[in-house]
């Protein structure tokens, strides 16, 4: 369990990141942020790369600041930055929530919000959180910056639209409107393991219905993604347990579990239907307590 | 329990091996080095079942750092890891795994070639570039599929076992009921922190080979390298570092161990191997994998007439040092602490294309004590009797104590039960844990929707067996103990145990006792630490050993004196009329001076304050416990969350209540992750699926619920001077069997878990079942 020999790039400006991944991109470089997905691959020799471009060192990137109506993430964010609620109102607690699912303790002091979206595993709670939030990427490269958004930015399991030689220098989330409530529940066998499955659920209420829902997938698919025939269910209905139950089973009908040694797609669709219910009643519960 | 001051036996005191522990200041096998060590890196099998067509090591030769690469063909002078236990050994030899794979592999991890480099870089890069060939063979993966061929000549069915006693046709013929139950244990085993490590070094000047990093059985290790190395067993030496668990499988003698020490002498250089997680996870013995159908007769009272078990062992690809041991404990102890008139055990042995097996915490025991216990639970509501109820009506009562169990089979060894009194330890667990108020508060639970139940598993534990160890103790000058041992520490406070002991024994506080264990070269034998012997038999050792310092402490303090023997007394080092405490003493440093080699007088006797002490027993201690669960089951998931779980169990005589229930508490939480986390899972080619801790699940603090422990002395062990029985295995016996019952009832039906692990998917499955029999 030694990593093959591989050479070392330590830059520290962005310019400098950039042109070292455009020379070594072709060579199977690597960018390496936190590395608690691709050191342990490396060590097991599943990756192999000839270079590695580490980003801890380039100035800025751990930045994580409200910018206009955004949270801006730098690419060397962790985790654990999020353990407490960063920034005022609805989204601060919901990545509160959320990061406390992440691995280990350690892990999310190493591990960062953007090396998740990169590394694309399907059971990542982050990218699951980009994709029902809406957040949109910064790629930079030698050839320029370019945004992605997430719904275009997940193309499989491990694969993303950045190109090899691009940068992923900071993710953006658009802060919700504050009457926003937010509910997540997953599911893995045991502390700080993989989500089996996972479920993102947000909407508002307007004259006593749901509207703007919002109802995400993730540990399912090949990738995260909302589920439009739940959020369907729930648009203007009453929440409750009955608009909820509509919108789980609407959305356990609609995904398409993968299926392992483990794990069948039956039991897989079981779980979204159980965790859309109780990540929807979460939300209506912040409902409750927050008065409205 | 003694409370007063002086005694050590029995008392919670802190343990002697915990300062470098906590400190960082431990030595495990990683930390030794040796000059110019070389390291080993294995090249392993990556397909389940095959013939090996060519290696070509050509490559890999060539690059930079590399010293030698070895196939079988290196070391056809050496034969298969030997057995170091089982008198049926014979006709298992041909199963026994060779050092490196020869002509065929048998499982996807098996050692085909080593490669010894400058580096632990280097060794692996060089390992990925050794080129194998194989064709493949069918591969089986179930001991439930037909056996096929291991070797020319020799079928993968090693072996059926039979173990019985009394007229079992007519127990059956004769029955009032009779229950039959398919039932299955999952493949799982002990993933100690530490990975196994083994470093071979060989000490040209004086001839001494040397192995460090060994465990748990150094002494009978080095019985088994002497023959198959074939050295002087004065000139081949084992030494045992720090170790980080061992739970059986951890110092059991593989294929690594041999070729660090070959390699070391022929080579030249010191060889170091440290085994991954990953290797830990595909080759280090695993165990437990069972299929039984297992039947009872039952008169119209819900007594036992007989069981009858036919049952399906899978060993995996070879038969390791144990032999067959697993699958005898099995059946010996299917009938577990109850009376059981007729018996007959099947047992199919045989070899599948996967990890193989071997002794893992309760080895067999977690198996038969799921298998009777699911039986007990199906005979309660089938004759409407109370579970508790069946229980008693059937257990060996404590008047009948000592209790044989004697097989038919001349070579199976008689089970004599030497005390217990098992309906009183049910009493008082039953007593303990509430059982009365919890069931009908579950049963209001249920009611209200929750799926909510309680199980309970009883068992008998085995340990203590012989035959001989011994023990050296001497005080120094300065009144210092230092006892000499073969045994071993796997973590499990053996130190501190001992020199509780000895303390007692001897009349010294117990931090001014060293205890030496793990080194072959320090003392001729030793029974190490295995099958819970290490408190009994060593234990007894030291017991019998400081007695005999003592008496030769206070003779010498007679004379210096001029008191009788019979009026002095040791307390804390120092030893004084028993009648005047505060009188003329004389400390066992002063007598140690007094006695030392240079102030020896001619006829006096051999000089110095020690002695060498043994204990023999031709017997076997049985311990015995009772498990009780609470569980609870979410609906949506499947998710089984333990909400209580007692371990309640006799071991006769307790040296530290609080080592024991550490023992008992780590234990248990060992057993849930058999009964509802761990399994190592293979797909039909022979792959294993569970070759990370992110597959292979081992509990963590949130899994573990806080596990209340009641330890009971009600039956001290008459075949040992101080009672004792044997604490490590107790913890994890039962907890198979209470998790299966609790989910019986949780889901409302007792009967409905036939497998371990419960998965969350199993558990959901049961669930739907349960659903659609009750709509």
């Known amino acids: ?292 | 329990m003694a409370a007063d001051k002086t005694a050590y036996l029995g008392r919670s005191v802190q343990r002697l091996e915990d300062p470098p522990l906590v400190t960082g200041q431990a030595r495990f096998a990683a930390d030794i080095n040796f000059p110019n060590q070389l390291h080993m890196r294995m090249v392993r099998s990556s397909y389940a079942h095959g013939e090996i067509v060519s290696i070509d090591t050509s490559e890999a030769q060539a690059m930079p750092g590399v010293v030698a690469i070895w196939t079988a063909i290196d070391i056809a002078d050496i034969g298969p890891v030997d057995f170091r236990a089982d008198r049926a050994a014979e006709a298992l030899k041909p199963y026994r795994q060779p050092v490196l794979a020869k002509g065929r592999v048998r499982y996807v991890g098996d050692p085909v070639a080593a490669v010894f480099a400058e580096d632990p870089y280097l060794a692996e890069d060089a390992a990925e570039a050794v080129v194998i060939e194989i064709e493949e063979l069918p591969v089986i993966v179930s001991a439930d599929d037909p056996p096929g061929e291991f070797a020319a000549g020799h079928g993968t069915e090693a072996a059926v076992m039979h173990h019985g006693y009394g007229d079992i046709d007519a127990a059956f013929a004769n029955a009032d009921t009779v229950i039959e139950l398919d039932l299955r244990t999952g493949r799982h085993s002990g993933v100690p922190m530490e990975t196994r490590g083994a470093i071979g070094r060989y000490d040209a000047a004086n001839d001494i080979l040397e192995l460090h990093g060994a465990a748990k059985v150094p002494h009978r290790n080095q019985e088994t390298l002497v023959k198959m190395l074939g050295r002087d067993a004065s000139r081949m030496h084992l030494h045992e570092c720090h170790v980080g668990g061992g739970f059986g499988i951890r110092g059991e003698l593989y294929p690594e161990d041999i070729l660090v020490l070959l390699a070391a002498m022929r080579l030249g250089r010191p060889v170091k191997w440290i085994e991954d997680r990953q290797e830990h996870l595909m080759c280090a013995n695993q165990g437990r994998e069972q299929h039984h159908l297992a039947r009872v007769a039952v008169d119209a009272e819900g007594r036992i007439l007989g069981i009858d078990d036919e049952f399906f062992h899978d060993q995996g690809a070879y038969i390791r040092t144990h032999g067959s041991n697993v699958a005898n404990r099995t059946m010996c102890t299917i009938t577990g602490p109850y009376r059981v008139p007729a018996f007959r055990a099947v047992c199919h042995f045989r070899l599948t294309n996967k990890t193989p097996c071997a002794t893992y915490r309760a080895p067999g025991r977690y198996e038969s004590t799921f298998v009777r216990e699911r039986l007990i639970d199906a005979i309660a509501p089938e004759l409407g009797i109370d579970p508790i109820e069946v229980r008693k009506r059937n257990l060996i009562a404590a008047a009948e104590m000592p209790y044989t169990i004697a097989f038919d089979e001349p070579h199976v060894s008689d089970m004599v039960l030497d005390s217990g009194d098992y309906a009183g330890l049910l009493d008082k667990a039953v007593a303990a844990f509430g059982w009365q108020a919890l069931k009908v508060e579950l049963a209001r639970r249920r009611a209200d929707g929750e799926l909510v139940g309680a199980g309970i598993g009883m068992f008998i534990e085995e340990g203590g067996r012989g035959p001989t160890d011994g023990a050296r103790i001497a005080v120094d000058i300065n009144g210092e103990v230092e006892v000499i041992t073969g045994g071993a520490s796997l973590g499990q406070g053996f130190e501190t145990a001992m020199a509780q002991i000895c303390a007692e024994a001897l009349g010294v506080d117990y931090r001014r006792v060293r205890v030496i264990h793990g080194h072959t070269d320090l003392i001729p034998y030793g029974i190490g630490a295995h099958a819970t012997r290490a408190t009994v038999m060593t234990g007894s050792a030291v017991d019998v050993a400081a007695k005999m310092v003592r008496e030769i402490a206070i003779d010498a303090a007679a004379e210096m004196l001029q008191t009788p023997a019979d009026g002095l007394d040791i307390n804390d080092g120092t030893v004084a009329r028993r009648n005047d405490p505060a009188g003329p003493a004389v400390t066992l440093g002063e007598i140690a001076r007094r006695l030392a080699p240079d102030a020896a007088k001619p006829g006096q006797g051999d000089p110095g304050l020690a002695a060498e002490g043994f204990f023999t027993t031709t017997d076997t201690v049985f311990p015995y416990g009772v498990h009780l669960a609470v569980v609870r089951i979410d609906r949506g998931t499947g998710a089984v969350a333990v909400e209580r779980f007692m371990v309640a169990y006799d071991v006769g005589r307790a040296v530290n209540p609080m080592m024991i229930e550490g023992q008992l508490v780590g234990g248990c939480i060992q057993g849930l992750g058999g009964a509802l986390y761990e399994e190592f899972v293979y797909d039909e080619e022979g792959q294993p699926m569970a070759v990370t801790l992110a597959d292979y699940l081992v509990p963590t603090l949130r899994e573990a619920p806080d596990i209340e422990v009641l330890i009971t002395e009600d039956a001290p062990s008459p075949l040992n001077p101080l009672g004792l029985k044997s604490a490590g295995e107790g913890g994890i016996n039962g907890v198979g069997a209470a998790i299966a019952g609790a989910i019986g009832e949780a889901i409302g039906d007792p009967g409905a878990v036939r497998r371990l692990p419960l998965t969350p998917a199993r558990v959901m499955d049961l669930l739907r079942r349960a659903d659609a029999g009750s709509s």
Request: net charge negative.
């Open chain 1, 1 to 292: 369990m030694k990593p093959a020999a591989f050479s070392y790039h330590a830059p520290e400006t962005i310019a400098e990141a950039v042109a070292i991944l455009a020379e070594v991109a072709p060579e199977d470089g690597r960018v390496l942020a936190g590395g608690q997905s691709l050191v342990p691959t490396m060590a097991f020799r599943l990756a192999r790369p000839a270079h590695l471009v580490d980003i801890n060192g380039v100035e800025g990137l751990d930045r994580l600041v409200l910018d206009g109506d955004e949270l801006s993430i730098g690419a060397c964010v962790r985790h654990a930055a999020f353990h407490r609620p960063v920034v005022e109102g609805c989204l601060g607690p919901l990545l509160s929530s959320v990061a406390r699912h992440i691995g280990h303790y350690p892990i999310r002091q190493r591990g960062t919000f953007c090396g998740s979206l990169a590394q694309a595993d399907p059971a990542s709670e982050w990218c699951l959180a980009a994709v029902t939030l809406g957040a949109t990427m910064t790629a930079m490269s030698v050839r320029g910056s370019r945004q992605i958004r997430a719904r275009d930015f997940f193309e499989g399991i491990m694969t993303t639209a950045l190109a090899d030689d691009e940068l992923l220098t900071e993710a953006r989330l658009a802060i919700p409107p504050s009457d926003t409530r937010f509910g997540f529940a997953e599911f893995n066998r045991v502390a700080g393991g993989f989500a089996i499955a996972m479920v993102l659920a947000a909407f508002r209420l307007e004259d006593g219905v749901i509207t703007e829902p919002r109802l995400g997938v993730g540990g399912v698919e090949e990738r995260p993604r909302r589920i439009a025939e739940a959020e369907a269910a729930l648009e203007g209905r009453a929440p409750g347990a009955e608009a909820f139950r509509a919108a789980a089973d609407a959305a356990a009908g609609a995904v398409d579990p993968m299926e392992d040694i483990n794990t069948s797609a039956g039991y897989r669709r079981d779980l979204v239907a159980t965790l859309a219910f109780r990540a929807l009643e979460q939300a209506g519960r912040a409902l409750e307590q927050a008065g409205a």
